[in-house]
């Protein structure tokens, strides 16, 4: 998320004050990213140190009042015409998470999905109770639409992780059905698979993914549609 570029789309609307973007920052996207007043004037003083703001005086309660400058409608132009990179994604906890969990002594891995799709399923229906809350107030102003557009995002994203979740646990199944050799070879020196992985790593990988998935058929936790109010 870009707070230094959420800040210029701020100050296009006009100037604002420290304490007045945090609002207006929060209010646009509700709350879902908060921001303390020090990130704010932290990523001012770098805005203004780029020469893509200036202070223009005070207020009358003596708030120094920033402006977005030239160079700073032309990033702001960039930044909504460039689409965001995909190329290079953010580390994803919950990913790495399950890809040590694989084969980690003492873990069970069927447990940390099952755990994880619970608590996405939860925050789902958060997700969606809300937007019903907000469509029930038939939003009206640019901030009322904005935080409908973020709140139906997490609502996508928390669909799209309990699909995965899913997904994740089919696959450990299928693979404990697999040898061990055929599902995981190990790479030799000479860049093709060996006859004999070193240390028993391919069947200890193999044993802890089928002793993870084992009776995952009949104690899996289904995944539930929520309920969801129109307009989506």
């Given at each position: 998320?870009?707070?230094?570029?959420?800040?210029?789309a701020?100050?296009?609307?006009g100037?604002?004050?420290?304490s007045?973007?945090?609002t207006?920052?929060?209010?646009r996207?509700?709350?879902?990213w908060?921001?303390?007043v020090?990130?704010?004037?932290?990523?001012?003083?770098r805005?203004e140190?780029d020469g893509?703001?200036s202070q223009?005086g005070?207020?009358q309660?003596g708030h120094?009042?920033?402006v977005?400058?030239?160079?700073?409608?032309?990033e702001?132009k960039?930044?909504?015409r460039?689409?965001?990179?995909?190329a290079?994604p953010?580390?994803?906890?919950?990913?790495?998470?399950?890809a040590?969990?694989v084969?980690?002594p003492?873990?069970?891995?069927?447990?940390?999905?099952?755990?994880q799709?619970?608590h996405?399923?939860?925050a789902m229906q958060?997700?969606t109770?809300?937007k019903?809350?907000?469509?029930?107030?038939?939003?009206?102003?640019?901030d009322?639409v904005?935080?409908l557009?973020?709140l139906?995002?997490?609502?996508?994203?928390t669909?799209?992780?309990?699909?995965w979740?899913?997904h994740?646990e089919s696959?450990?199944?299928?693979?404990?059905?697999?040898?061990?050799?055929?599902?995981?070879?190990v790479?030799g020196a000479?860049g093709?698979?060996?006859d004999?992985p070193p240390?028993?790593?391919?069947g200890?990988?193999s044993?802890?993914?089928?002793?993870a998935v084992s009776?995952a058929?009949?104690?899996r936790?289904?995944?539930?549609?929520?309920?969801r109010?129109?307009?989506?």
């Amino acid at each position: 998320m870009s707070i230094r570029h959420g800040l210029l789309a701020l100050l296009e609307r006009g100037p604002r004050y420290g304490s007045q973007l945090r609002t207006e920052f929060e209010s646009r996207t509700g709350s879902t990213w908060p921001l303390n007043v020090g990130q704010v004037y932290t990523t001012l003083s770098r805005l203004e140190r780029d020469g893509m703001v200036s202070q223009d005086g005070e207020d009358q309660a003596g708030h120094a009042l920033y402006v977005i400058t030239h160079a700073g409608r032309t990033e702001l132009k960039s930044w909504f015409r460039t689409p965001v990179d995909r190329a290079s994604p953010p580390r994803d906890e919950l990913a790495i998470k399950l890809a040590m969990a694989v084969g980690a002594p003492g873990v069970d891995i069927r447990e940390v999905i099952q755990s994880q799709r619970r608590h996405t399923i939860k925050a789902m229906q958060d997700y969606t109770r809300l937007k019903a809350q907000a469509l029930d107030a038939v939003p009206t102003d640019r901030d009322e639409v904005a935080w409908l557009l973020v709140l139906e995002q997490l609502i996508f994203q928390t669909e799209a992780e309990a699909r995965w979740l899913d997904h994740c646990e089919s696959r450990l199944i299928r693979l404990s059905m697999v040898p061990a050799r055929e599902a995981l070879p190990v790479e030799g020196a000479t860049g093709t698979p060996t006859d004999d992985p070193p240390n028993g790593t391919s069947g200890a990988v193999s044993g802890a993914v089928s002793g993870a998935v084992s009776g995952a058929t009949s104690g899996r936790t289904p995944v539930k549609e929520p309920h969801r109010s129109g307009g989506r």
